[in-house]
């Protein structure tokens, strides 16, 4: 207590004599705690608890004396001054709901995916991977036809009519659809094809027309063809969960026709990832968003 509070030695020797110091205790060591502007959290802490202790033991001329000094400084502790006008202490910021707990989750494992480099974004799959297989029936197979009109759409260049389709298909929001077929690198939308059940030769020919930064080089088009055979269903479905609920689609409003979609997981992510995955050195700055050719889709 001396190397936070100098000068209070001689009072704690006087209560071991049997002295009672405490109102003079809890004056100078409030004293103390005002002379600075600032504390570390180390004092903030010892000075609350010590004057908790002392509060309830001395006289009421001594707390207001104590309350009277505190009230003149800035961001004095709440809960010493709730004591000392005999109001029940704020309390804690209770834990986050698990609906909360799983929401942030499913944030930071978006923003570190997309933020990784390859090397990072493996990395997220394979601690996605070790999480274990999923259980048999938890997600619905998704329908030819999905993998069909991704294909068609692409081919037909019409781009916008892409995105929209991996906005229904994997129950996301338009922005981080278009997110997905824009990056740079490309996972993202391996990850897609493996969850919708895409062909290998259908996501080759996706690859060489939705994205130029993609298409333009045979030799990684080839390299997201081998993660797309290396990476399990259930690391992509366990992705494409935190997406939807870090990016949920948007409503269907009364009277729109609502959406075919391609249900994938209903519940939350397996577990969580650990924060910063990728690394310190891998990572590369924003979320990365090609100039290319899809920027919002067609109207």
Partial sequence: MSSLFPGLDSLVGLARHGVDVKPTLLRVLTDLYVQKPT????????????????????????????ARTLAAYPGAPDKVLARLDGRPAPAEDPPPAPATRGEAEARALVRDFFAADTDGRRAVLDALDRLGPLAAGTWPTPGDEVARRLETS?????????????????????PLA???????????????????????????????FVNPAIGHSVRRV????????????????????????????????????PSSRAGLVRSRIGATVPDRLAGPDRLVGPPRLAPGRVVGGES
Avoid: C, K, M
């Fill in 154 to 174: 692409v081919l037909g260049g019409r781009p916008g009519d892409f995105v929209r389709e991996i906005e229904r298909a994997l129950g996301i929001a338009r």
């Fill in 39 to 66: 504390h570390s959290p180390d004092e903030e802490r010892q000075y609350v608890e010590l004057s908790l202790r002392l509060i309830d033991a001395v006289d009421q001329a001594t707390r207001e004396t104590v």
């Fill in 222 to 257: 080839y390299a997201l063809s081998a993660l797309f055979d290396e990476i399990s269903l259930a690391a992509a479905l366990r992705l494409v969960a935190a997406w939807r609920i870090a990016e949920p689609a948007v409503p269907v409003r009364p009277g729109q026709a």
């Fill in 178 to 208: 278009e997110r997905i077929v824009n990056d740079l690198g490309g996972e993202p939308l391996v990850v897609t094809a493996r969850a919708l059940a895409v062909p290998a030769p259908a996501l080759q020919r996706i690859l060489l």
